[in-house]
């Protein structure tokens, strides 16, 4: 291999930004003016290889050096070839050395527009929102121990739907349908127990009556909101849909029956019916929908060393949970609705910032520069979205909010009990839900950050001082946003946020 001649080494921000690239034409003029050979364009995934190995490639005198320090890394033919989209170890530490002292292509900006906002991401709220539609609703017909399964199974699949996209991009290329399945097998199995235990041991006195209602319906909601969190994760949204709208429409039959017919003998007859029928389909179409995507077996295996890696953000997102299961009881039953509601918009969020991260990188020329906008861009998307669930709670509450944030007078005290935010004053639910939905879009940015141990304990901390009532629902969201702010501004000055 040609050693190029010893121009500007370019940095892992030149490579991340991609000013190495040209056009053909221009690339062949540079070339024949210099050493008359181009470097081939990293793949994207090897980029963040280029950025750890920095340091050593700048002292390489040779390509095999390089093989040396990707092999001592852990880094074999397999993985490059298959997970970094190089075709092995060698050609890998070509490609990186070839990126030495080129400077050719360093003050041509690459020309691309501005990224649009995904709003394709903001319907998936509505599709998370199904399994938890379907089981508030079930819960209510099935019995009181069911609805404090309902609270676990919600609680657990929050953070187990993270585990199972977790399992899905650890293979990019095709799907693991073994360890896909193993996971809607354990998720159920989760939800079984827990339900039982969450319905049992909340009532002791009651502990006959309840456990089988709480093991039900806990398996029942965990199934199914594993099977979604499968299709979705497979980007399935159609089936979602047509898998969750015959449960949720019988459901709401269960419900609406007995004030359709109140003095009709059979309701109680067809009201069980329908409850049966309900809950097969509830758990029973979805899960058929996940099986069937997941025929293909895949390379990854259905044992624990697959599911080890995703734990940590599973685990997150439990804490994650705890802390939004308590501000929902200390602010009352609908307060936290438009968080729920606007799931899908603070996804898109969070990748419309990732996406405009990138655009900036393969525009800015001094990296000062690319921090401060990235900074604006990601605290700023986070604001925007408070402030979008400050406009929803202001135009979905009670008519007389309005009038009383502009002090007409005659109406009820921000103090006294408004509908549906029965546990805490208005001026408390207006501040705590946007201030959380700020948190829990920065939250959500840093976890892709691979940040989350951090904002495990993070959220541990607060949640066990929510229960504890050392910290209101206003302290906690300012408490979490007094370590978020900062801890983003660290995380945008590394040059792997970018990318």
Same mark, same amino acid.
């Given at each position: 291999?040609?050693?190029?001649?010893?121009?500007? =080494?370019?940095?892992?921000?030149? $490579?991340?930004?991609?000013?190495?690239?040209?056009?053909?034409?221009?690339?062949?003029?540079?070339?024949?003016?210099?050493? @008359?050979?181009?470097?081939?364009?990293?793949?994207?995934?090897?980029?963040?290889?280029?950025?750890?190995?920095?340091?050593?490639?700048?002292?390489?005198?040779?390509?095999?050096?390089?093989?040396?320090?990707?092999?001592?890394?852990?880094?074999?033919?397999?993985?490059?070839?298959?997970?970094?989209?190089?075709?092995?170890?060698?050609? &890998? &530490?070509?490609?990186?050395?070839a990126q030495r002292g080129t400077g050719r292509a360093l003050e041509r900006r690459h020309d691309e527009p501005a990224p649009r906002f995904p709003w394709h991401l903001a319907?998936?709220?509505?599709?998370?929102?199904?399994?938890?539609? @379907?089981?508030?609703?079930?819960?209510?017909?099935?019995?009181?121990?069911?609805?404090?399964a309902f609270v676990f199974a919600a609680a657990f699949g929050w953070g187990y739907s993270m585990l199972i996209t977790s399992l899905r991009y650890a293979e990019p290329f095709?799907?693991?349908?073994?360890?896909?399945?193993?996971?809607?097998?354990?998720?159920?199995?989760?939800?079984?127990? /827990?339900?039982?235990?969450?319905?049992?041991?909340?009532?002791?006195?009651?502990?006959?009556?309840?456990?089988?209602?709480?093991?039900?319906? /806990?398996?029942?909601?965990?199934?199914?909101?594993?099977?979604?969190?499968?299709?979705?994760?497979?980007?399935?949204?159609?089936? =979602?849909?047509?898998?969750?709208?015959?449960?949720?429409?019988?459901?709401?039959?269960?419900?609406?029956?007995?004030?359709?017919?109140?003095?009709?003998?059979?309701? $109680?007859?067809?009201?069980?019916?329908?409850?049966?029928?309900?809950?097969? #389909?509830? =758990?029973?179409?979805?899960?058929?929908?996940?099986?069937?995507?997941?025929?293909?077996? @895949?390379?990854?295996?259905?044992?624990?060393?697959?599911?080890?890696?995703?734990?940590?953000?599973?685990?997150?997102?439990?804490?994650?949970?705890?802390?939004?299961?308590?501000?929902?009881?200390?602010?009352?039953?609908?307060?936290?609705?438009?968080?729920?509601?606007?799931?899908?918009?603070?996804?898109?969020?969070?990748?419309?910032?990732?996406?405009?991260?990138?655009?900036?990188?393969?525009? +800015?020329?001094?990296?000062? +520069?690319?921090?401060?906008?990235? $900074?604006?861009?990601? $605290?700023?998307?986070?604001?925007?979205?408070? &402030?979008?669930?400050? @406009? /929803?709670?202001?135009?979905?509450?009670?008519?007389?909010?309005?009038?009383?944030?502009?002090?007409?007078?005659?109406?009820?005290?921000?103090?006294?009990?408004?509908?549906?935010?029965?546990?805490?004053?208005?001026?408390?639910?207006?501040?705590?839900?946007?201030?959380?939905?700020?948190?829990?879009?920065?939250?959500?940015?840093? &976890?892709?950050?691979?940040?989350?141990?951090?904002?495990?304990?993070?959220?541990?901390?607060?949640?066990?001082?929510?229960?504890?009532?050392?910290?209101?629902?206003?302290?906690?969201?300012?408490?979490?946003?007094?370590?978020?702010?900062?801890? #983003?501004?660290?995380?945008?000055?590394?040059?792997?946020?970018?990318?």
């Amino acid at each position: 291999m040609t050693r190029p001649p010893e121009h500007r =080494v370019l940095t892992g921000f030149d $490579i991340l930004s991609e000013r190495y690239r040209q056009e053909n034409t221009q690339e062949s003029d540079a070339g024949a003016a210099g050493s @008359g050979t181009v470097p081939e364009p990293l793949p994207d995934k090897l980029r963040e290889v280029d950025l750890t190995l920095r340091p050593d490639r700048e002292r390489a005198v040779d390509a095999l050096e390089l093989a040396a320090y990707l092999e001592a890394d852990g880094l074999s033919d397999e993985s490059l070839r298959e997970r970094y989209g190089a075709g092995g170890l060698f050609a &890998a &530490a070509e490609l990186l050395y070839a990126q030495r002292g080129t400077g050719r292509a360093l003050e041509r900006r690459h020309d691309e527009p501005a990224p649009r906002f995904p709003w394709h991401l903001a319907q998936r709220g509505l599709l998370y929102l199904m399994p938890g539609v @379907g089981g508030l609703l079930l819960g209510g017909a099935v019995g009181a121990g069911a609805t404090l399964a309902f609270v676990f199974a919600a609680a657990f699949g929050w953070g187990y739907s993270m585990l199972i996209t977790s399992l899905r991009y650890a293979e990019p290329f095709g799907v693991p349908g073994r360890a896909l399945r193993l996971a809607l097998a354990l998720g159920g199995a989760c939800g079984l127990v /827990g339900g039982m235990l969450a319905a049992g041991l909340a009532n002791p006195a009651q502990w006959s009556q309840q456990w089988s209602q709480g093991l039900l319906l /806990g398996g029942v909601v965990s199934l199914a909101t594993a099977s979604s969190g499968v299709l979705l994760s497979l980007d399935q949204r159609g089936q =979602v849909a047509a898998a969750f709208a015959p449960p949720l429409l019988l459901a709401a039959g269960v419900d609406l029956l007995p004030h359709l017919f109140p003095h009709s003998p059979q309701v $109680i007859l067809a009201q069980q019916l329908l409850l049966a029928l309900a809950l097969l #389909t509830f =758990v029973g179409l979805p899960l058929l929908l996940a099986l069937r995507a997941t025929r293909t077996p @895949g390379v990854l295996p259905a044992r624990w060393s697959s599911f080890r890696p995703g734990l940590l953000l599973a685990a997150y997102g439990w804490a994650l949970a705890a802390t939004f299961v308590g501000l929902n009881q200390q602010l009352g039953g609908w307060a936290l609705l438009p968080v729920v509601l606007s799931a899908g918009l603070l996804e898109a969020g969070v990748w419309n910032a990732q996406q405009y991260l990138q655009y900036f990188a393969r525009r +800015q020329g001094e990296f000062s +520069q690319l921090v401060r906008r990235g $900074i604006w861009q990601v $605290i700023g998307t986070a604001l925007v979205y408070g &402030a979008v669930l400050l @406009g /929803g709670l202001l135009l979905a509450g009670p008519g007389e909010w309005l009038a009383v944030r502009l002090g007409v007078p005659g109406l009820a005290m921000p103090g006294e009990s408004t509908p549906g935010f029965n546990a805490a004053p208005l001026r408390s639910v207006l501040f705590t839900v946007p201030a959380f939905g700020t948190a829990l879009l920065l939250s959500t940015w840093l &976890a892709n950050q691979r940040r989350s141990g951090l904002l495990l304990v993070l959220w541990a901390v607060l949640s066990l001082l929510l229960v504890l009532r050392v910290l209101s629902p206003p302290q906690l969201v300012v408490a979490a946003l007094f370590v978020l702010l900062p801890l #983003t501004t660290v995380t945008l000055r590394d040059l792997r946020s970018y990318r």
